[in-house]
């Protein structure tokens, strides 16, 4: 299976190029894709690219870029800044205080 077959329902070739470098080439999914076919939102999509990008690219900028995104995704879907560190003490059953 050839990397354009695996995305069938994509029917726009601007998917099948990319402007400025071939970063995302190397991968056997492109981030665009992946994101599109996914229906991502947009914060999702941008913290996939950085992360994909970052060893190619942007090094440690992209993954400082990503974290931006995820944080604005846990504020946007989970609370603010007081509320983030309650959701992430619930979900990992961790305590500062121990």
Known sequence: MTNKDMFKDTTYQSLHRQVDGNHYKKFK???AHFISENHLEWAEGE??????????KGEA???????????MIIE???????QKSQVFKS????????
């Open 29 to 31: 999914i492109e981030p």
């Open 91 to 98: 979900r990992t059953g961790s305590n500062e205080n121990s």
């Open 61 to 71: 900028q992209d993954l400082e870029k990503a974290k931006h995104y995820i944080d």
């Open 47 to 56: 913290a996939i690219k950085y992360i994909c990008r970052h060893a190619h």
């Open 76 to 82: 946007r879907d989970y609370g603010d800044e007081t």
